[in-house]
């Protein structure tokens, strides 16, 4: 049997780097991990968590509205950009140091610094020219935004990378997208008082997720006074003076203070040494994987983003888990793909587990559509217009539940508890059986009785 340095060499710690290094610690593994910038990745330094954070903070601008049908005199309020990052960077900081204590204390080995494959047991670390064997490498270097689109003065655009750290909120962004980081921004910057603009290649916002779903986001968000324009593209951006005038491909041009591209993300694989070592990757550079997110090399591993699996983190957490309890556990675990809870946090918030409605026409004869669309109580005083939109499919032929969208507050949070039901195979019947809370908006998933279609 060779000797190794150590038993596993993880490269990255995010999500799916650190669940892995720890697991796989915890069994007893001599575990060492990379990470070039910092550690927690991209769901808690840049992703998720500072987003979601910037999200409660936009969202207060429809309480203080609201507030008045209630009885309350909010004076006009006023807000500062500079405490909201640094209050939210001191969280992340925080955050981050739970992370390396987690690591530490499970016995992993951070190393801070870019890690490199050399061959299938070997990686390097080109700060110091450091070689370090390894029994098993896994690859958890995850995802960065994508170059595309291509435009004269692409370099007058940030990405969502820096928007976390902007000087100074802008009093117009254009975002490029139409994908769920797109969304979040805009509502985001929306609801903290810019003007937005989002500009959007395709046809409607969010491809993949049901129509209505889509339809009525769409309208929600030109009646928040979002700009959306879709079918067009950015032709060119140049600097005038302290602004941005951003061309579209249709010929027409305005003014922007940032121009945000959040058109995609793309495995980050570069220059990692992969195809040397004969590490095959896909058209898009991801890293492709067995059932066990095992490469062709039989030592090397990849979990998360740069799988370009399903890029959310729970799963990657999901994955690596499964990788350690795997190769180091003698548990030899697949994971499910299929059925995944997920949500959008613009405003409103989108919640989703399970099939579309067209993906459910293609697989179920007897498809049966509840829907539900109704003002929440709290907008009988507050005046709001917007109405939640719930939605139902049920295969009739055998009255499951395939799946459930929503539009509307807490739609995250409702959709995690639904995903719960639906993966134990809920049917109709057992929504039916089930008393409403009431009043709530939940109580309508139990209480919608006629099918729409
Ligand atoms: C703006 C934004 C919002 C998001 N919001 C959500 C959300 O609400 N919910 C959700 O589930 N997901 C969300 N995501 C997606 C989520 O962040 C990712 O799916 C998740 O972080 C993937 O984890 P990972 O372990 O694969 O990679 P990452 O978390 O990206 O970690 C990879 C790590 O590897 C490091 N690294 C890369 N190459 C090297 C190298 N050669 N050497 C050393 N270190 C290296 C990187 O610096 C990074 O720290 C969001 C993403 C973005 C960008």
Not at 80 to 91: C, M, P, S, Y
Not at 155 to 184: C, D, K, M, Q, W
Request: aromatic residues 6%.
């Amino acid at each position: 049997m060779p000797q190794f340095d150590v038993d596993l060499f993880v490269i990255g710690a995010g999500s799916g780097g650190v669940r892995a290094a720890r697991v796989a610690a915890q069994y007893g593994a001599r575990v060492k991990v990379a990470e070039e910038y910092r550690v927690g990745g991209t769901c808690v330094i840049r992703g998720c968590v500072p987003k979601k954070l910037l999200v409660y903070a936009s969202r207060f601008a429809d309480e203080f509205e609201d507030a008045a049908g209630f009885g309350w005199q909010v004076p006009s309020p006023a807000f500062d950009w500079k405490t909201l990052i640094a209050n939210k960077d001191r969280e992340i900081a925080r955050l981050e140091g739970i992370y390396r204590t987690n690591l530490e204390r499970a016995g992993a080995q951070l190393i801070e610094a870019r890690a490199v494959v050399e061959g299938p047991h070997t990686v390097v670390l080109p700060a110091t020219g450091e070689r370090i064997t390894a029994r098993n490498i896994l690859i958890a270097t995850g995802g960065r935004p994508a170059d595309q689109p291509h435009f004269v003065g692409r370099e007058h655009a940030i990405s969502s990378n820096e928007v976390f750290h902007l000087a100074a909120l802008p009093e117009r962004i254009t975002i490029i997208g139409g994908g769920y980081i797109a969304i979040e921004f805009a509502a985001v910057f929306a609801g903290l008082g810019s003007k937005v603009t989002l500009v959007h290649r395709g046809p409607h916002l969010l491809r993949g997720f049901d129509e209505d779903v889509r339809t009525t986001l769409e309208a929600d968000y030109k009646a928040r006074g979002i700009e959306i324009l879709l079918e067009r593209t950015v032709a060119r951006a140049d600097k005038v003076q302290d602004r941005l005038r951003v061309t579209l491909c249709d010929g027409s041009t305005h003014e922007t203070d940032v121009l945000l591209s959040a058109a995609g993300r793309v495995p980050y694989t570069q220059g990692l040494g992969l195809a040397a070592s004969g590490v095959a990757l896909n058209e898009r550079g991801a890293v492709m994987v067995d059932e066990f997110s095992r490469t062709n090399v039989p030592s090397i591993f990849a979990v998360g983003d740069v799988t370009d699996r399903v890029n959310l983190t729970p799963m990657a957490i999901r994955e690596g888990q499964a990788f350690a309890d795997t190769v180091f556990g003698e548990r030899p675990t697949r994971v499910d793909h299929k059925l995944i809870p997920t949500a959008v946090f613009g405003t409103p918030e989108i919640g989703v587990v399970g099939l579309t409605e067209s993906e459910a026409r293609a697989q179920y004869a007897q498809l049966k559509v509840y829907k539900a669309s109704f003002r929440p109580l709290k907008a009988t005083l507050s005046g709001r217009q917007e109405r939640t939109l719930m939605k139902l499919l049920v295969d009739g032929a055998t009255d499951k539940i395939v799946g459930a969208h929503m539009v509307g507050d807490h739609a995250g949070e409702q959709v995690q508890l639904l995903g719960i039901a639906l993966s134990m195979g809920a049917t109709k019947a057992d929504f039916d059986r089930t008393l409403a809370v009431h009043p709530t908006s939940a109580e309508e998933w139990v209480t919608m009785r006629t099918p729409v279609a």
